[in-house]
Every structure is written in C-alpha cells, then in structure tokens.
C-alpha cells in the first residue's frame, strides 16, 4: 500500500499496463515527455520510449481515429483527451466507429482493447469549457463501456480493469479530485469488476446514487441526514454503462426512496435514464418520487459555480424533501 | 528545438502572394489508350500471371456490378454501388500489395476485395444478408470485410477510415513485420476533417500507410469544382510533407507502378506516400441515384472512350495473354457463376434472432439477453408478423 | 390547400422563406442543382440563384461551422446534414458552439437565425448508418430547441416557425414518410408554435407520446386497443427541447397511465427524460409504471429491422399490460 | 463539366514522386533587426498615426500582460494567457483592416481587440466577470467579445472558429459592404479538421476571409516538429488553390503589408488568403504551464533577441516619431491605468443571479425560469453558503 492522489494511482495504473504488455501505448496532446496538462502520464515517455507514450498533433478526431486503427489492428491503445469538454470532435469516430465497430463487422473486427481516458467535471473555476460531464452522450451509445471512478484505489482499479475489459471503455477522471483525492493504493496490479456498482454505505431510509466526484458531495450530504436521523444507503454506480440495475433495483426496494446527483445538467442527463428504470422496476416500492439533483439546464457558468452546482446543501434538501413526501 | 531560421527559405521583400495553383503535378502514364507502351515509360513488376488475375478481376468485377444493377432493378436486393470505370484504379493498385498489407476501402472497391480472394458466395452472402454473410446481415449491400483477407468491414460515414489506416500502419511498424496500410477514398471524402488528421497524423507519426485517393469527378451529385478550388487532391500532400504523386487512374500499368513504388518507399523510410488516381465514375452513384440529373451523356461517352479496362485488355493481347476467344468464355463463366451463387445465396436463411443483440460487446450483457428474452416472447405471440418466425429461421 | 407529400411541404416551407427573406440561405452536400438526395431542395437554385441555395464541400463539420458563422453575421442559414447519421461530425460545432453562443457571449453574438435540418429514422432497410434517431444526443443540449414534425402540414408549419423562431433548431425529418405521407397543406404561409404538444386525439385510459414517423405507429396501436375497449390519448410531443411538460402532466394526470415509443433504443433515449419527469409531476396519479416502447440497446440492424423497431404490436402489448397492471 | 484532361499538366513516364517539401515557401521581411528597412523592400500604407497607435498598442499590451500575469499570482484573477513575442504579428494584422472587418480570434489575439478601442476597464471587467463583463462573467479570463467592435467572443474549443469565419465572410460578400473576416489562429490549431473544412470550403464558395495562422512554435508543450511534418502551414494553402504568403511575425511592418494586400485581394477576387506569420510564444502557454519542462532557455533567449516591439520601437525612433522620454511616460501612464481599473473592477459586483439563466436561449424558458425559483428560494435557506446572496449581489 502507498498514499497516492487520484494522478499517481492513475499513472500508477499506466505504467503498470504498460511494463506487463509491450502492445500498450499512450498518446495525445501533450501527453509525451510532458506528460500531459495534468501530468498523469508523467515518465511514461522517459521509460518506455517514444514510440509507446507520445504527443499527437492537435486533433481528437484523428487521436481517437487512430486510437481506433490500433485496436483493429491489435495493440491496446489508451488515448488521452486533454478535456472532455474537448471530445466532441471525436464524437463521429466514437459513436460511429468506436462502439459500432464489433457488430457492424459481424466481430470479424473490433476496437475491443480500446481506451479513452479524459478529466472531466466542474469545481475548478474552468466556465463552461473546462467542465463539462458529458457522460450521458456515451451512455445513450451501445457498444461502449463508461467508468468513472470517485477516488485513487478505485481510479486504479478500474483503469486496470477497463484495460484488460475486450470492450471499448470510457473512462471519465474526476479532475477536481486529481490532487485532492488521497488514499491508500496497493502498488501491485488489481481489478475492480465493471459493471458493479458499490454500495459504500449501507442506509435504511432513502438510497443516494452518484458517480465520480459527486460522490464526496453526496456522502456530505448524507452525514448532515445521519445528523436528522435520516439513514441514507450510498451507492457509488462506477460503470454507467451497462449499469448495475440490479444492485440499486434492490437498494430501493429496500428504501423505497431514491436520489440521484450528478454535475451534468438535469435534462438529458444520466439520472433520467436511472430514475425511469428504477421507476419501473421499483413502481410498488417507492414511497416518494425520484429526486434528481443535477446541474442547472444551461451551460456550465463560471462565477456563478457554486450557486449552479448540485452540491451538499441542495441535495440535503431533497432527501428531506423526499422523505417528508 | 525551434529556431527563428527554421522555416526560413528565401526571403522576399515584396508581397507576393503564392498562387493557389502554385504546385505542378504531373502525371504519371505507362500504357497509351491503344495498349501499347509509352516510350521511355517505366514498367511495373509484372509477368503473365499477375497481369492475369488483374484482368481476371476485371473481368469479374464487371459482371459482378452488370448482374447486381440488374438484380436491384428486380428488387431482389435493396442497394448496390458499382465500381465500374474505376477498376484499373482499383485493382492496379491492390496487385501491388502483399496479402499481409491491410486494405482500408471506402465503399466502391469490392475489386480490390475479390482480388485479395473473396468468392462469389461470399460476396452475395453480404448482399443477401443471409446467416453465412460474414458482417451477419447487419450492413447494407457492398459494405464487405473479411479479416482472413485482411479488408476491413466497411463503415458508411466517409473518410472515418483515413486516420484509422494511420493508426493501423502505426501498429503495423511497431510490429516491425513489413506490412502496411492502403486506405483508399474518394476526392469527396478527401473534404472530410477525418482526412486532414489522418494524413497529418501519418506524416507526424511515420505511419507506413498509402492513402489512395479515387479522384472519379463526383461525389454524388457534386461535381470536383463545388468539391475543392485547388488542383485536385496531390498538392493537399505536400502541405503535410508526404511524399506524393498522381497517376492516370485508367491506366493499370501506372496505377501498379506507382503504388509499387510507393510500398517500397513507405516501408523502407516508415512514411506514408499519397498517390492521386484520376479517372471517372462511369456509373451512378448507387442504385438510388440518377445522373442525368446532374452530368451530360456526352461527358460519360468521353470517358466511356478512355476505359481503363480495354486499354489493359488491349496490352494483354499485345502481349500474346490473352485472346478473344477466352474473353467471351471468361465472361461466359463468370456470368453464370454469379447467377449461380446468387440462387443459392437468396435461399439461405437470415441469420438467427439471437444475432440481433450478439456483437454490440464481446459477450451478451444482462439488459441485452431480457431484452432478446422479451422479443422471443413477443414475436411468439405474433409469429406471422416477424419474418424470423415467419419464415421459420433460427 | 393542396396535396403534398412531406417532402414538397418541406421544399415549399423552404421556397416561401426564400421568397420572404433575401437572407435565408440553404445549403449542404448536392443541396444545389441536384436539390439534394431526397430532392427536398428541388427548384431552389434555379428559383434563387447559386449564392443562395448550393452545393457544400463534404464536410459536415464545416457546414455546421460555416452555418454558424452565417447566422452570426446575420443571415437566415438552413443547412442540411445529408443524413442524421452523419451529423456526428458535426457535434462539436453543434453542441459546444450553436448550442452555447449566445451564453457564452452575454449575448453579444447569436446564431438565433440557424437551423438545421436533417432526415432521420429507420423503416427503409438502411442499416446502421441510414436509420438512425440520434435526437436524444440534442435533447440534453441546453441552448438549441428540437423539433420533429409528423406529417406534411406540421412539417411545413414547423419548419416555418423555426426558421421565424430566434433560437437555433435542430429539424429532423421523418425520411420514412418523405413520400409515404401525404395530406392538405395550405399553400400560404403559416406557422405552428414551438414548444407545445399537441393532443391528436382524446382518451381516458392511458396517454400515449411520441413524435415524427413514430406517431403513425402509435395510432396503429392505439386503434388496436381502442377494439379492445381501450381509450387512449395520443399527443405529438413535436418539440422535444425544451418540451411541453404541462400538457403531458395534464394529460397523465387524467388518464393515470403513461407510455412513451421512439425508434431510438430504449437506454439513454429521450424518452427516458420524459419518464423521469413525469414521474415527478404525476407520482399520486400513475397507476401503473411507465412504459417505455423503443429500439433494442444496439446498432440500427438490417435484416432483422422488423423485429428491432417498436412496431404497433409490441405498443399493443404494452398498453394492455400497462391497463392490466 | 469533368473532362479526361482537366487536372493534367505535365505527363511524366516514370514514378517519380513530388517530395514533401517541394514547395519553396518564402519569407517577407521588410524591417531589419535594427529598424532599417531592407533594401528594395515595399513599405506598407503607414504615417506616423498609424504608427503610433500601433506602438501604444505594443505598450499597453506589454502592460497588461505582465500586470494580469502578477495578478494571478497574487490570487487576483484565475488565469491569464500573454501574447509576448507575438504583438508584432498580432497587432500588424489588426492594422491593416477597417473596423467594418470582423475579426474571429483564438484567444491570445487581445492586442488586436485593443487596437480596436476595448478600453482597460473593458478588460478588467471581463477577467474579474463582474456585472460590466459584456460576457456577463460566463468565461475564463482572456475571453474578450464586442459586437461594437466587430471582434467575435472568444471559444476554448480550438479551430471552430476557422470554418465560422469562412461563414462569416461569405455572409459579408453577399451583403456586398466591401468588408471581410480576419480570422486568427495557432500552428496547433491548424491540425485541427475544422481548419480543413474552414479553409477548402472559403475556397470553394468565395468567402473574403484572411486565414491567419499564428505560428509560434508551440501548443502548450508540443512543439512544430510534433504538429506537423511538412514546411509549416503555408503549403497547405496551395493544397486548397488559395493564394499563400509567410510573413517574419516578428516584422511588424511586414506583417502590416501582406495583411493590407491579402484585405485588397479577398476583397477584390472575393477569395480568401492564407497568411502564416513565423514568431514565437515568449511566455508560458498560460499561467497554469510552466514551459521549463518542455523547452530551453538558450531557445527563449533566441528568440527574445529577435522581439518584434523593440524592432518597431527602432524603426520609430529612426522616424523620428518616438523617444525613450516618451517610451517611459507611456509605460508609466499605462502601468498606473492597468492597476486602477484593475482596482475598480475587481470592487464591481458579480452578475446577478438571474444571469444563470439567460442567453441559453433568446428568452427564458419556463423550466428555466421555474429552476431559477427553486434556486432563489434555495439560497434564502442558506444565504451564507451562497456568494451571490453573503455578498448581497443581485
Ligand atoms: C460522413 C458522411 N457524409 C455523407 C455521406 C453520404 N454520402 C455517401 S457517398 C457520398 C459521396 C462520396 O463521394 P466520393 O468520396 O467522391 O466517393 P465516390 O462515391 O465518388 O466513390 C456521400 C455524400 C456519408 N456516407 N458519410
Ligand atoms: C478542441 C480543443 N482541444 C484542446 C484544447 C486545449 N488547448 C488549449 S490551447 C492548446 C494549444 C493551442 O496551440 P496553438 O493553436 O498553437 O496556439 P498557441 O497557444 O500557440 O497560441 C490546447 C491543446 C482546446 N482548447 N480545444
Ligand atoms: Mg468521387
Ligand atoms: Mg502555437
């Protein structure tokens, strides 16, 4: 076990796939012996050369147009994109190509070791282009896996998983939490499963659903409940898709009462897609209505953050709310 | 290190403007339209046998494209696209590869793919969409691929292959096993940012790749001077530092050297090589398409005139291969092997209902196998009204 | 009133807005002379000249792009992307610049005056790429307005609001019914306002939603149930973004039931949204879950596009198991 | 019509290939490093107005970025970017175009935004996003826009703006108001597929717009040899057919030429112009980058030498026109501006809280207007816990 942020367990993660499989490689902007706006690949040039860690020329849509010529042609390609507010360029090569690649060839060909990692999310200051979670664009796409992990051991543990997955994975980083999020990492390769989520406190009264940095916000939320005597179930959903129906299915039938937060703005976001499934799985077991707390239905602002964001204070009310339904 | 003399050539004192046309690119022919050889002209690589399966191909390839017109027309299949017109292009450049070089095609080259070995069966497969097509029924007519064969699948949304082909020939140098990339597409998909990153990409990255653009004068309906300003697709080479060079796509002597030289120079320097190959779409654009809406007859005729395949037949004759006598028995056999494959190809079944959810990922997810579950049910309710049960497949 | 298909209520919006306004300019790839691949463009350029209705490079990107640019400097752009499938290229230019330029600017700048408008949907063996609905990728996109239309007199009326309309919208046309539909159309001028749902016919059992080729579908279903002694209230939604949560609400307020059909797949389809919503606004009143009636979470497929689509039969099950519930 | 001969020149019989760097690109230079002007060398339309307001432009800009640089240090702003090294290139270009021109920038183009007339409180009010921010304090510091002053918003996402300008500039021909698009941007940029469809298409459709690429050696960390293979990105402009002069950005006059007859050419061929000016970022990328990790000293203090402001600054004062008296009262003067205003806006309230909700459409919509509510009424709960409602804004 080593204390590592969020970075380290990534680049952790890197080097570890990188030292076991020759056929690793990692690129995009800056990425190579800068190691890339916020270092995650930081040595990765120095050690394993050149041609396996380096910077491409300024353009996602060719980055992850590559990215998807290498998997076809068998090397594990794990491409950056600096932002993921930038990766709407790529938008073609990733729901065109990227998740459809497999089928459409009738698996005579596919992009399967394929990964895409990128910081995603707000609480920088970073306005409305150096924010965005646009998970739910990806997560409406078959054919690829999205991850987002909520801390260093998790970060870790499903980057190695999503490396070894035979899927194309999205993997968003939290990037508020790169050097915020401290913890113990074992210093040796392991996996966490995809497509678990995790229940990472068990509750009684109203179960609380998130993923990636919101996690930390709802577990605040949650403890100023606990202060109420309100027992709320926290579950960390980590794959969104396909997502663990089942785990929160059960959570909420156990509580009966559901809330999901995300950063993303309410309309269009992956919390719709949760609360109509649970919705209907749940229908004779919900006391109240699915609460949704998420970002406001516009783009990202930037000095008015803190008012927009869904924090702690806002989805403290809504458990309120739902529990006082 | 970036040094204020780094791009300095010559240094002017005088605003002048280079010119948009500024580049001169010749062209480069090896067989006349009478068949005959070029004085002075370089040759290919080429003896008896190669320059029979070249025409063998072309051959097959016209009455591949002659008999699925003719079978869209009957409704038997729903689409088809010929590559009639630009089959010297084609295949000219194909003969050049080795069978381990990876063939990245846009749509209108199934002549590259029969070169490389796809037989009849298992082009009207796919355009049947039967259990034995290998893509399993999923894509529309004449998007083919075959791993054996090294031909990836084809993708409909244009010019997303070129940066693919980038990273391919990437993969390939850093298996250091000789082999390379040609990716082929049309001067319309050459507007497409997709072209742009790919070739950037290669020239950066040294990516032993051929882009191969077919410059055939349209993209649908529009004609190469709504498509680009410049001369063509070459001079776009030299803005990425890439070697390049423009040939007569009529011309499958010119065509193979070319893209013969280019191999060598791609895997002997690890760099890609553009190759511009002009000629003319001589048929519409697909089944769905009408011409006469947008180009005149007399255009077609002067093209028509230029054929690339009689002028490689004519060489052949000249050369003592081939004769009259074998053309219209090739054509004999290939016509009725077509008919053949097609009456068998439109029996076999469609693939089975569980192949609608298989493929999506590399195994079956949870919410895929309910919702296939939920279909078997339905459609058991309904059985008249779903061809799968219907027609008793699975 | 004429007859008109779909198609020349599309083509005579575009002319009548043409003939309006010396600024409306349409283009995109064979828009030109040919008058575009379904001829939805036919006679314009000879009707207004090259520099008003023309050929574009293939570039949807650049389009999109130059649309922008059009519209900021003040024209009237109607761009056509050839097919929705292949607005993907487009999405960076579409999500990040259409949807956030008058945000972003404090309204200094707008492109208020775009629209763009593209065939989509599936129904005519078109496989994975000519099938797609990719409207749900639009509908969480704060700052453009969606619109689809489900016949010849709604598509024109539509089409000339949202050109009139000072918001981008993004048009998707049901190429299904581009000949197939085919009703009176007043010759003139007229408009149908954005944002609202229309109820096509009154029931009291159970509310059925959708919009475009889908409804066709819906009224199948809807008089298969109606023999059945099921009354069923069917509503347009026609704009998707921002919707008309009111008449929805209202209507599953009185009929207790909800189900909603698209031919996207199900996960991340719009009509996930509208069931979460709903939910929400209508939680004491809904007897039974909502049903949601979609396409399979996979590519487009071909052959076995019969049993893919949500057809009328699977909309007929669906109602009856939701009046059963 | 597409004719057999239309794209061919030259024939050639053998395959020999156009290298990659076939295009000779030269370099204007008109003022020598010592403010001389290079014998034979054509001047610019320039007096001694112009000239000057050029030069205040240099100064202020000097100012302000080294004062906004301080500022964040100081934890005053967020983040800034300088254009140090580039004011030549960047204020050259302005110069040369009438304020009917629209310019589309990038984002370190705000000495161009100066010389248009954006006032210091301007800046300040933006880079603080107090409630005078015209932007309404939605973006990044650096994120200038001014309808008055024809200079479009700036947009993080690169090169979006490259096809936008062609638009642009198409709209401003049909208008026919002789007035054109000046779009900026980097050599990173430039790989971007929005500047291949941005540039093909202005040649195509005739949009007067000038493509200014700023090459200045890097992007963020990754330097030209990364970017590109090829000579620069001026070759590139003859792979579109559009008429292509490099200019030394650090030449302030020769900028200033090429800029006015790339104006006169667009405007009187309705085509648009290619023109990359070759300078250098002397800064760090932003103040988030520290470039010492990625380039060398020696390479800095290269190009510091060769600074295009004190190159002007020389040719002034061989004028006539400028002194070390005056050069010191301007920097003082505009030192002591910077930091008042500074010191204003950095006071001025932050936008109010309805602010979150317009603009994302022309009017608010009803479930913004209702999420507005439940966020009023949220933040009466928890008035400290709220900027807007503890500062007492709104
Ligand atoms: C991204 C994308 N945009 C549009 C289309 C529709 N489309 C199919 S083929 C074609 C024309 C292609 O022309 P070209 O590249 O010159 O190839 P050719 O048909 O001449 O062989 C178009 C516009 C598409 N398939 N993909
Ligand atoms: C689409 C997109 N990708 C990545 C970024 C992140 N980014 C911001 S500036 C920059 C480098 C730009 O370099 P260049 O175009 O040369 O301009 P310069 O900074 O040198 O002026 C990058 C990669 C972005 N803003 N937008
Ligand atoms: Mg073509
Ligand atoms: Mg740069």
């Given at each position: 076990?080593?204390?590592?942020?969020?970075?380290?367990?990534?680049?952790?993660?890197?080097?570890l796939?990188?030292?076991?499989?020759?056929?690793?490689?990692?690129?995009?902007?800056?990425?190579?012996h800068?190691?890339?706006?916020?270092r995650s690949?930081?040595?990765?040039?120095?050690?394993y050369?050149?041609?396996?860690?380096?910077?491409t020329?300024l353009?996602?849509?060719g980055?992850?147009g590559f990215?998807?010529?290498?998997?076809?042609q068998?090397?594990?390609?794990?491409?950056?994109i600096?932002?993921?507010?930038?990766?709407?360029?790529?938008?073609?090569?990733?729901?065109?190509e990227?998740a459809k690649f497999?089928y459409?060839s009738g698996?005579e060909?596919?992009?399967?070791s394929l990964?895409i990692?990128?910081?995603y999310g707000g609480?920088?200051?970073?306005?409305?282009y150096?924010s965005?979670?646009?998970?739910?664009?990806?997560t409406?796409?078959p054919?690829?896996?999205v991850?987002?992990?909520?801390?260093?051991?998790?970060?870790?543990?499903?980057?190695m998983?999503s490396?070894?997955?035979?899927n194309?994975v999205?993997f968003?980083?939290?990037k508020?939490?790169?050097?915020?999020a401290?913890?113990?990492?074992?210093?040796?390769?392991?996996q966490?499963?995809?497509?678990?989520a995790?229940?990472v406190s068990p509750?009684?009264?109203?179960t609380?659903l998130g993923?990636g940095?919101?996690?930390?916000i709802i577990?605040k939320?949650?403890?100023m409940?606990?202060?109420?005597?309100i027992?709320c179930?926290?579950i960390?959903l980590?794959?969104?898709?396909p997502w663990?129906?089942?785990?929160?299915?059960?959570?909420?039938?156990k509580?009966?009462?559901l809330?999901?937060?995300?950063e993303?703005?309410?309309?269009g976001?992956?919390?719709?897609?949760i609360?109509?499934?649970?919705?209907?799985?749940?229908f004779?077991?919900?006391e109240?209505p699915?609460?949704r707390?998420?970002?406001?239905?516009?783009?990202?602002?930037?000095?008015?953050?803190k008012?927009?964001?869904a924090?702690?204070?806002?989805?403290?009310?809504?458990?309120?709310?739902?529990?006082n339904? | 290190m970036n040094?204020?003399d780094?791009h300095?050539?010559?240094?002017?004192h005088q605003?002048?403007f280079i010119?948009?046309?500024?580049?001169?690119?010749?062209t480069?022919?090896v067989?006349?339209?009478?068949?005959s050889?070029y004085?002075?002209?370089?040759?290919?690589?080429?003896?008896k046998?190669?320059?029979?399966?070249?025409y063998?191909?072309?051959?097959f390839?016209?009455?591949?494209?002659?008999?699925m017109?003719?079978?869209?027309?009957q409704?038997?299949i729903?689409?088809?696209?010929?590559?009639k017109g630009e089959?010297a292009s084609i295949?000219g450049s194909?003969?050049?590869?080795?069978?381990h070089?990876?063939i990245?095609?846009?749509?209108?080259?199934?002549?590259a793919?029969?070169?490389r070995?796809?037989t009849?069966a298992?082009f009207m497969?796919?355009?049947?969409?039967?259990?034995?097509?290998?893509g399993?029924?999923?894509?529309m007519?004449?998007?083919y691929?075959?791993?054996?064969?090294?031909y990836?699948?084809?993708?409909?949304?244009?010019?997303?292959?070129?940066?693919?082909a980038t990273?391919?020939?990437?993969?390939q140098?850093l298996?250091?096993?000789?082999?390379?990339?040609?990716?082929?597409f049309?001067e319309?998909?050459?507007s497409e940012?997709?072209?742009?990153?790919?070739?950037?990409?290669a020239?950066?990255?040294k990516a032993?790749?051929i882009?191969?653009?077919?410059?055939?004068?349209?993209a649908i309906?529009?004609?190469?001077d709504e498509q680009?300003?410049g001369?063509g697709i070459?001079?776009r080479?030299?803005?990425y530092?890439?070697?390049?060079?423009?040939?007569?796509g009529?011309d499958c002597?010119?065509v193979?050297?070319a893209?013969q030289?280019a191999?060598k120079y791609a895997?002997?320097h690890?760099?890609?090589?553009?190759i511009?190959a002009m000629?003319?779409r001589l048929g519409?654009?697909?089944?769905?398409?009408?011409?006469?809406?947008y180009?005149?007859k007399?255009?077609?005729e002067?093209?028509?005139?230029i054929?690339?395949?009689q002028?490689f037949?004519?060489?052949?004759?000249?050369?003592?291969?081939?004769?009259?006598?074998?053309?219209?028995?090739?054509?004999?056999?290939y016509?009725?092997?077509v008919?053949?494959?097609?009456k068998?190809?439109e029996?076999?079944?469609?693939?089975?209902l569980?192949?609608?959810?298989t493929?999506?990922?590399a195994?079956v997810p949870?919410?895929l196998?309910?919702?296939?579950?939920?279909?078997e049910?339905h459609?058991?309710?309904?059985?008249?009204?779903?061809p799968?049960?219907?027609k008793g497949a699975?």
């Amino acid at each position: 076990m080593a204390e590592m942020n969020l970075l380290h367990a990534i680049n952790n993660a890197l080097d570890l796939a990188m030292a076991d499989n020759e056929r690793v490689l990692c690129f995009g902007e800056d990425v190579g012996h800068f190691g890339g706006v916020f270092r995650s690949t930081s040595g990765l040039q120095d050690k394993y050369g050149k041609d396996r860690c380096f910077n491409t020329p300024l353009t996602e849509q060719g980055i992850i147009g590559f990215a998807n010529g290498l998997a076809a042609q068998g090397a594990v390609p794990i491409a950056e994109i600096q932002f993921a507010d930038y990766i709407f360029p790529a938008f073609d090569q990733i729901v065109n190509e990227t998740a459809k690649f497999r089928y459409r060839s009738g698996n005579e060909f596919d992009v399967g070791s394929l990964v895409i990692r990128t910081p995603y999310g707000g609480g920088i200051a970073g306005g409305l282009y150096h924010s965005q979670s646009p998970e739910a664009y990806f997560t409406g796409t078959p054919g690829i896996k999205v991850v987002v992990p909520r801390n260093p051991y998790q970060a870790k543990g499903l980057l190695m998983a999503s490396i070894a997955d035979d899927n194309p994975v999205l993997f968003f980083e939290p990037k508020r939490l790169y050097r915020a999020a401290i913890g113990e990492v074992p210093e040796e390769a392991y996996q966490i499963e995809l497509g678990k989520a995790e229940v990472v406190s068990p509750g009684t009264d109203i179960t609380l659903l998130g993923w990636g940095a919101q996690m930390e916000i709802i577990e605040k939320a949650a403890a100023m409940a606990a202060e109420q005597g309100i027992s709320c179930e926290v579950i960390d959903l980590r794959t969104l898709a396909p997502w663990d129906v089942d785990t929160v299915a059960e959570s909420v039938t156990k509580t009966g009462r559901l809330l999901i937060s995300h950063e993303a703005p309410l309309t269009g976001g992956f919390a719709g897609e949760i609360s109509a499934t649970i919705s209907d799985k749940c229908f004779l077991h919900l006391e109240s209505p699915i609460s949704r707390v998420c970002g406001l239905d516009t783009p990202y602002p930037l000095i008015q953050e803190k008012e927009y964001v869904a924090d702690h204070l806002k989805i403290f009310e809504a458990i309120k709310a739902s529990i006082n339904f | 290190m970036n040094r204020p003399d780094q791009h300095v050539g010559a240094v002017i004192h005088q605003a002048n403007f280079i010119a948009g046309n500024a580049l001169e690119v010749p062209t480069l022919k090896v067989l006349a339209q009478d068949g005959s050889i070029y004085p002075n002209a370089a040759l290919p690589e080429i003896d008896k046998d190669l320059a029979l399966k070249i025409y063998d191909t072309m051959v097959f390839t016209r009455v591949l494209d002659e008999r699925m017109v003719a079978s869209q027309r009957q409704g038997r299949i729903s689409f088809y696209m010929t590559c009639k017109g630009e089959e010297a292009s084609i295949i000219g450049s194909a003969a050049a590869l080795t069978d381990h070089d990876m063939i990245m095609a846009q749509y209108r080259e199934h002549a590259a793919l029969r070169y490389r070995g796809f037989t009849t069966a298992n082009f009207m497969n796919q355009m049947f969409s039967n259990a034995k097509d290998l893509g399993k029924g999923r894509q529309m007519p004449i998007h083919y691929g075959s791993n054996e064969l090294n031909y990836m699948t084809i993708s409909s949304p244009l010019a997303t292959q070129i940066p693919q082909a980038t990273g391919y020939a990437y993969g390939q140098r850093l298996q250091g096993n000789q082999a390379l990339t040609l990716c082929y597409f049309g001067e319309g998909a050459a507007s497409e940012g997709d072209f742009h990153a790919g070739l950037n990409m290669a020239a950066v990255l040294k990516a032993p790749a051929i882009f191969y653009c077919r410059n055939n004068g349209y993209a649908i309906s529009t004609s190469t001077d709504e498509q680009y300003a410049g001369d063509g697709i070459a001079p776009r080479g030299v803005g990425y530092g890439i070697e390049t060079i423009r040939v007569d796509g009529n011309d499958c002597l010119a065509v193979l050297l070319a893209t013969q030289e280019a191999r060598k120079y791609a895997l002997a320097h690890n760099k890609p090589v553009l190759i511009e190959a002009m000629s003319y779409r001589l048929g519409a654009h697909s089944t769905s398409d009408d011409p006469s809406g947008y180009r005149s007859k007399d255009e077609e005729e002067l093209w028509a005139k230029i054929d690339g395949v009689q002028r490689f037949k004519l060489w052949l004759e000249q050369q003592g291969w081939w004769t009259e006598e074998q053309e219209s028995e090739r054509y004999q056999a290939y016509r009725e092997e077509v008919l053949r494959e097609l009456k068998v190809a439109e029996k076999i079944e469609p693939p089975s209902l569980q192949e609608l959810v298989t493929d999506v990922y590399a195994e079956v997810p949870a919410h895929l196998s309910q919702q296939l579950e939920q279909l078997e049910t339905h459609i058991a309710k309904y059985p008249s009204a779903y061809p799968s049960a219907s027609k008793g497949a699975k």
